[in-house]
């Protein structure tokens, strides 16, 4: 299975600035059962987020524009199996994990035979093929796992 990792740097009050976000945006419903998932966004869409961007594209050595969202969950929140598969060749998508308290969820893939879990962490990024099934199981800790999400498609260039 195709599965990228890569470590970020993430900025002390990012994580704060997501949060705050609850606030203020309204929940969209797509993979996730409970929690709150922002709306599509891109580099100028909050200027607080560019430099995480930046550095997101720099570390996978991507040319172009990306959008990306928010994922806030608590309690028993997950994302449900889902692909980003909209039929482009070569496409990628993402994750970068924020803030992961413990037992915040596993994330899990599977392609095929082929299955494998990924423990999260704060600053981890992991990028892979658009039509890899995933999901992320349920938080069952106390704090709220907080992460960014990408899609890499060469038309949001």
């Known amino acids: 299975m195709n599965l990228q990792r890569y470590v970020i740097d993430i900025p ?3 994580v704060d600035n997501v949060l705050a976000l609850r606030g203020v945006a309204d929940c969209v419903k797509r993979s996730n059962v409970g929690g709150w998932q922002s709306d599509r ?8 987020a ?4 930046d550095d997101v594209t720099s570390k996978i050595k991507l040319d172009g524009d990306i959008t990306y969202w928010y994922n806030i969950n608590t309690g028993d ?4 199996w889902h692909d980003h598969d909209r039929g482009e060749e070569d496409a990628l998508c993402g994750c970068l994990y924020l803030q992961t ?4 969820g596993v994330i899990e893939f599977k392609e095929k035979d082929k299955h494998e879990i990924i423990t999260p962490f704060p600053g981890l990024l992991i990028v892979f093929p658009d039509d890899i099934m995933h ?4 938080n069952q800790g106390t704090g709220e796992r907080v992460s960014m999400a990408f899609n890499f498609w060469r038309m949001l260039r």
């Open 12 to 14: 002390k009050d990012f």
């Open 41 to 48: 966004c891109n580099r100028k869409t909050y200027k607080w």
């Open 50 to 53: 560019r430099q995480v961007v």
């Open 77 to 80: 929140d997950y994302n449900d």
């Open 101 to 104: 308290p413990p037992y915040c």
């Open 135 to 138: 999901r992320v199981l349920p």
